[in-house]
């Protein structure tokens, strides 16, 4: 029960991992407050607000606190994988500005208006997640630059808020996440008959992540368990981003 008492902002909460977020804290004895820009009944209170309009976010955070009397922990799972976001030299302009703001912009708003709150609380501090991609830390020559640019920035944006915060209580770190086993991701695949088989000889474990994984990561990180890691962005990816070669049996050396 690390979360008896606390008050948690899970944002981005109707999706398949926002919702697995929601129930992992709630599970450990929190108060979430699950958040979504569409109608939802995530959470113990339901909120629906556009993070990309500042004047909602301001609005949510402030009522939060006004209605529940504290804030320790935020999780930002804001996300767009766009169709349309292809190589540099083949995206629309459009395109970019949506990708990046809907991954970038929204988690420096959201940040920008739960720090002061986070800064507030009795005991002062609390945890700041943010939702990476571990094509942060990867070069490809394929689809979704600007989805990879975007997701770069939000960890490089969590590194500076980490050190720049660690005074103040407040620890800020971002999950580079790989492939999670979501309808969404595998939908992902699925557009290209045999692209999943292809990929999965190259992921060291040989499959998705789960969705308890992931969840288990974000918990984790929010938690007092954590209270010594911050600026940090943690590779939830099977190993992906680390393999130069992929062992054909697991238990051959």
């Not at 606390?6 to 804290?25: F, H």
């Not at 976001?85 to 739960?114: E, G, M, P, Y």
């Not at 942060?136 to 990879?148: D, F, K, L, R, S």
Request: glycine share 10%.
């Amino acid at each position: 029960m690390r979360f008896t008492d606390r008050v948690c902002v899970v944002n981005g909460a109707a999706s398949d991992i926002g919702a697995a977020v929601v129930d992992r804290l709630r599970g450990e004895g929190a108060l979430v407050v699950g958040v979504d820009r569409k109608e939802h009944s995530v959470g113990d209170v339901s909120v629906t607000a556009d993070l990309l309009a500042e004047d909602e976010v301001r609005a949510l955070y402030a009522d939060v606190v006004g209605r529940l009397g504290r804030l320790d922990v935020v999780y930002n799972n804001q996300g767009l994988m766009d169709r349309g976001d292809l190589s540099l030299l083949h995206t629309d302009l459009d395109i970019w500005r949506t990708v990046q703001d809907a991954n970038l912009t929204s988690t420096f708003l959201s940040c920008k208006h739960a720090v002061p709150l986070l800064l507030e609380t009795d005991p002062r501090g609390g945890a700041i997640v943010n939702s990476a991609s571990f094509l942060a830390e990867i070069g490809a020559a394929t689809a979704q630059m600007g989805y990879a640019a975007a997701k770069a920035a939000v960890v490089q944006l969590t590194r500076d808020l980490g050190v720049h915060l660690a005074r103040g209580g407040v620890r800020v770190n971002a999950v580079l996440f790989g492939p999670i086993d979501t309808p969404a991701q595998r939908a992902v695949f699925e557009r290209n008959p045999g692209a999943l088989d292809k990929r999965l000889v190259h992921w060291p474990m040989g499959r998705f992540g789960t969705l308890a994984e992931a969840a288990a990561t974000v918990a984790f990180l929010a938690s007092d368990d954590a209270g010594f890691i911050t600026a940090a962005a943690i590779p939830l990816d099977g190993g992906i981003t680390r393999a130069f070669t992929v062992p054909e049996d697991s238990a051959t050396p």
